[in-house]
């Protein structure tokens, strides 16, 4: 029995940004007209932290994915990874493993995509200024997927901390190439911005409504808990709401669940998908002025199609070690 | 991030039969007093075959496990492993990932550990005949099972293919030490034999209720589909029935769900557990004349208690290899 180890480096030679937002546009779209087995996550809480098995398979990516991640809060204090993640592949015909690779670099990635194929779908083309919340483990592929489907001139970096989001924008300069990178800038420009990815772990709105400019499209990625949100009700509201999967997100985002259960929202919400919206059998945007939101809260089904399209790469071009188990 | 690999060889150096019976009783103790999580597990189907996913985690043996089993028919035609399991081990107490190993041999030394546990349990310890169908992957650790926990002088060994029986027994016969084993014998042996094994896929009972000799205890192993049955719906009815885990069991075993479904048992059913009688809260034997039945399905609690003690001893013999992802 062979298998072929990819580290995070593997991963992240095999794919990238702008391929990665193609590939979920087939994600979604075969998820949302049923072409993909994603059953419900398994979920092992311990007073520890939280194991989450996600498991998926498409019969056309002809592989099984199932990704293990952990989510230890404790392990701040350990000087141990709050999570780790990592991806099992079989093959969809015969069953046999055949890769096992590390999923940290693919979950920011594949999340980033889904960010920058709302972007390319629901945002304004000629945006030139957006807004980045949260400068932690999925912001650099927020940022990635904005600049690889907008024009950019500039993305204001906001966190809580101030030397976090100094940091990131040091850190992220030579990847934003023109685009300028200015962390924690004045409140106000976020009236400017035509996008905003929201990627923090806020119990609590990122922005008030009233902040917001006109036809402002924003990725929320964070919360994935019904406690969590990162955009106020407010907006929820009145935007035109897309997500990823709609019985995930109506589940899991206090985004959607919390204004649902306030009465703001009604308890039939239907939102659109954004596999909907690739397959044009829901209406993305519909007018310049209005208020888009896209809320993900993650699906295995991006991991199986960046899964098939690494190892394909891996396979090709000999990257990372095969073992005999 | 460091994961321990361990092939099928390296997990056999860590952990052999009287071990694991020892272990198994640990572990359904475990799992009928509530200590233990096991999710459902996911499964997977398409035309070509199944995957499942099965998750368990207990705090007391320190890790997380996922099992993901392969189950593709279709390739007995192809010279591939109609199935396969690896395991992947986290930290219970950070999530860290500790370890990936090969569950084939795992998956057939539990299997057969729970059998020995039912044995020790269950059967007459003077026993010294007993039968075992089928001949295919589990039945190697089926019989170690017995020949571990009763005195045996005999074997019978059953199999629809003759050549499959006389081979099994060939290789065999170095493990099987002083005890004799005798491939296809007369039907009339069965009458004889204090402990039966049944290891094999048949959708319909391999023996009859009126082969079997007074007292006789039977370890059912081999169905885990409602439309699979090893054991003949008259002798389930009138033996003290255990199982491994209720639940799964009554859902999943057609040994006993085809005759509740006959109106042969009653619709509430409720056999007890082999944890149950491991912890002293269900009766198993109450005379040396019944006839008990001991039906498994698995669970992945077993790999579980498995795998702690695999990794324990890996670690302290550094067996396996060690990569960095």
């Not at 498991?55 to 204090?77: C, D, E, M, R, T």
């Not at 023109?178 to 922005?207: W, Y």
């Amino acid at each position: 029995m062979k298998l072929r180890l990819l580290t995070g480096n593997d991963v992240r030679q095999c794919l990238q940004m702008p391929r990665a937002i193609d590939l979920m546009a087939k994600a979604f779209a075969a998820l949302s007209s049923g072409q993909v087995s994603v059953p419900p996550r398994t979920k092992i809480a311990s007073d520890a932290g939280t194991m989450l098995y996600k498991p998926a398979l498409s019969s056309q990516s002809g592989i099984y994915v199932v990704k293990a991640v952990s989510v230890f809060p404790g392990n701040v204090a350990l000087q141990l990874p709050v999570t780790t993640g990592l991806l099992l592949v079989n093959d969809a015909s015969t069953g046999l493993p055949l890769a096992l690779m590390d999923a940290e670099y693919l979950t920011a990635l594949r999340t980033g995509a889904a960010s920058g194929l709302a972007c390319r779908l629901l945002a304004d083309a000629k945006i030139t200024k957006a807004a980045l919340f949260g400068a932690g483990g999925q912001a650099g592929q927020q940022l990635a997927a904005m600049l690889a489907t907008l024009p950019l001139e500039v993305v204001f970096v906001f966190s809580r901390k101030i030397e976090s989001a100094e940091r990131f924008c040091r850190e992220q300069a030579a990847n934003a190439g023109h685009s300028r990178l200015i962390p924690n800038p004045d409140r106000n420009e976020l009236k400017s911005c035509g996008v905003i990815c929201t990627a923090t772990t806020s119990q609590t709105p990122v922005f008030s409504d009233d902040e917001l400019g006109p036809g402002v499209h924003i990725n929320g990625v964070g919360s994935f808990a019904p406690t969590m949100a990162e955009v106020p009700a407010a907006t929820v509201c009145r935007a035109t709401v897309i997500v990823d999967q709609r019985e995930a997100c109506l589940g899991e985002a206090g985004d959607l669940r919390q204004p649902i259960e306030q009465g703001l929202l009604p308890a039939d919400f239907h939102p659109a998908e954004l596999g909907e919206v690739v397959l044009r059998t829901a209406t993305g945007r519909r007018s310049p002025d209005e208020v888009t939101f896209f809320k993900s809260v993650g699906n295995a089904v991006q991991d199986l199609y960046c899964a098939t399209e690494i190892l394909r790469r891996a396979e090709q071009d000999e990257v990372g070690t095969t073992i005999v188990l």
